[in-house]
């Protein structure tokens, strides 16, 4: 119940509501005042809602980590990449349109370990993890068709290796290769996490002590920037078969043949190509 309801000199933009509990001695505004009041009352709504659509004043963008997006970008010239991404990383390119590289990573992979690598790390761990896994499916679409599959044996199917389209070759693998194939990768990422606990924060993303950081059966051994550029190559591999590995298996799904079979048609001349010859006679 409104007991009183005033209105401020005209400068200011706001009204003083004045709420009482009881009603027994209400007071009634004579009716100049209450014309008055109705108006000033009307011009502060409207003057809330203009104030509601004016435009905001323009901030920098910024994210969760408050990471502002200032860096150029080489991948994407016409826009700009986050502050994380500062070149320091082998690779990279300033690609990052969607922010991935400003987010609290290290806090989900290893929320219990304050010893861990930085967020930009992690994903680096991801991705050179991926392209690996891309590189060898790669090679595995091609070999088949190229240099032919493993002989079948009597428990697991004589013609169960045999078929050189991956797709076909993935739904009809026995039970056995598919168990060989999971053991490995849970034995390859346990040791994989292991290095990544023991090493913290100064890991060097994706190493997984093979080559000069471990076993080194090649007698590799790089300076310092010889081996950055070895990370560059990899990096730039792993995303070119990531790329790869998905264009082969969505063809592999629309055509149902192998990649050789569908590279060597695409090599190979028509007929009325091969007839006209490689120059049409002139005039034609």
């Not at 401020?8 to 009041?37: E, M, V």
């Not at 007698?219 to 070895?230: P, R, V």
């Amino acid at each position: 119940i409104f007991r009183t309801l005033q209105y401020l000199p005209p400068h200011q933009t706001w009204n003083l509501l004045y709420i009482h509990r009881s009603c027994s001695n209400c007071y009634t505004f004579p009716k100049k005042n209450r014309r008055t009041t109705m108006k000033l009352a009307i011009a502060t709504t409207l003057l809330s809602t203009a104030a509601a659509f004016a435009p905001s004043a323009t901030t920098k963008a910024s994210t969760a980590l408050n990471v502002g997006f200032d860096n150029p970008s080489e991948a994407l010239p016409f826009a700009t990449a986050p502050d994380t991404l500062d070149g320091s990383l082998p690779g990279d390119a300033g690609f990052d349109p969607v922010g991935f590289s400003t987010a609290g990573w290290a806090k989900i992979f290893a929320s219990d370990s304050g010893d861990t690598m930085t967020d930009l790390q992690w994903l680096r761990e991801a991705e050179i993890t991926h392209g690996r896994i891309a590189q060898l499916a790669a090679v595995g679409f091609i070999w088949p068709a190229v240099f032919g599959t493993f002989p079948g044996n009597e428990w697991s199917g004589v013609d169960a290796y045999s078929y050189v389209n991956p797709v076909e070759a993935l739904q009809n693998a026995p039970g056995p290769a598919f168990t060989q194939i999971l053991l490995a990768a849970i034995f390859i990422e346990f040791k994989r996490v292991q290095i990544i606990k023991e090493e913290g924060s100064s890991r060097i993303p994706g190493d997984i002590k093979l080559g000069q950081t471990g076993w080194n059966p090649f007698g590799l051994s790089y300076t310092e920037e010889e081996y950055f550029e070895k990370q560059v190559q990899e990096i730039k591999h792993c995303r070119l078969a990531m790329l790869g590995a998905t264009g082969l298996w969505l063809q592999a799904n629309i055509s149902g043949t192998d990649i050789a079979s569908q590279l060597g048609a695409a090599l190979t001349s028509p007929d009325y190509y091969t007839k006209a010859g490689y120059f049409l006679p002139e005039g034609i």
